[in-house]
Each structure stands twice: as C-alpha cells, then as structure tokens.
C-alpha cells in the first residue's frame, strides 16, 4: 500500500512494481485486473520474482513460529471478512 493508504498499480509506462504492490497481492487486496497484471509482469520480470518468492518465504516463516495460543484470543473469521473487505474499499489514487 503507499503512503496515502491505497492500493497502488503497476506503472503503466514501465510495467514496473513496488514491493508494496507485490506485498498487496500476496495479501489478497488487489482488485482482479491488477492482480492479472502483476502477475503477468511477475512472471517475466526476475526482480519482481525474486522480491515475491522473499515475501512468500517471509509468511511461511512467520507461519512456522505459530502463535502463543495464550497471548490473544483468536480473531474471529467475521472480524477478518470485514478488515478484509474495509481494506479493499480504501479510495485510490
């Protein structure tokens, strides 16, 4: 996400992407157009391959440390639903 709280897009002048927009599709917020386009540039470009396999390698390691299941209650799937959907619905620039 940048600084102004929404989703940026790839430049369309040079196809290239953040690592916040890499960051916004591994975490779902992309609408499915941008998404599509940043997977096609994924693909061909090594950088930004490199960048999202580091981010995916980063969530799976943060996967494997678990939680302490006495720190928090868990978030309850609704409550997730809707942080979902209120980030997706943040105005973009």
Not at 19 to 31: E, K, P, R, S, Y
Not at 47 to 58: F, R, S, Y
Not at 73 to 88: C, D, G, N, Q, Y
Request: charged letters at 25%.
């Amino acid at each position: 996400m940048d600084g102004g709280g929404g989703c940026e897009s790839p430049d369309p002048g040079t196809g290239d992407v953040t690592t916040d927009v890499l960051a916004d599709l591994q975490a779902g917020l992309l609408d499915d157009a941008t998404a599509a386009r940043v997977r096609r540039i994924v693909r061909t470009d090594p950088h930004a391959a490199q960048t999202l396999a580091g981010l995916d390698a980063v969530r799976r390691h943060l996967a494997e440390l678990g939680a302490d299941p006495d720190s928090a209650p868990a978030v309850p799937p609704a409550v997730l639903a809707r942080i979902r959907a209120a980030l997706r619905d943040v105005p973009r620039r």
